[in-house]
């Protein structure tokens, strides 16, 4: 009984829609999508100088609005380094040190193994 109930479900072909008849989406300030409902509202007429300047007031804003995304950014990039545990000043030198010997025993090391595999090739070339 069920899998007849499913094959019906399945058969069920959703609601072609017609594309001349399909309402354009057009941006809002907030860059939201809404439903155009005139097909004219959605083109800009050069004659028109108020909506020149609702662009640029529109423009503006963004500009604003992304200062204030920056602002808020560093805000809380401030908030975070002060949570930052930072290493006193002997800390910090015993790292570099550390971190400068390992580095000369890793160079010293892949040195050696370079310098045998040279030989090597040498010996079964030559």
């Known amino acids: 009984m069920k899998k007849n109930n499913q094959k019906q ?7 072609k829609v017609n594309p001349a008849v399909k309402k354009k989406e057009v941006a809002d300030t907030n860059g939201k999508l809404s ?7 959605s083109k800009v007429s050069k004659s028109n100088p108020k909506k020149g300047i609702e662009k640029k007031s529109i423009h503006e ?10 602002r808020q950014f560093l805000k809380e990039s401030r908030i ?3 949570k930052v545990k930072w290493p006193t000043r002997k800390e910090l030198l ?4 550390v971190v400068l010997i390992l580095t000369l025993f890793v160079a010293f090391f892949l040195g050696i193994v370079d310098f045998g595999l040279i030989k090597i090739i ?4 030559g």
């Open 94 to 97: 015993v790292a570099t040190g």
């Open 122 to 125: 040498k010996i079964i070339v």
């Open 9 to 15: 479900k399945k058969a069920k072909t959703p609601k």
């Open 80 to 82: 975070e380094l002060k």
């Open 61 to 70: 804003f963004k500009v604003f609005r992304y200062l204030g995304i920056v």
């Open 35 to 41: 439903p155009d409902k005139t097909a004219n509202s």
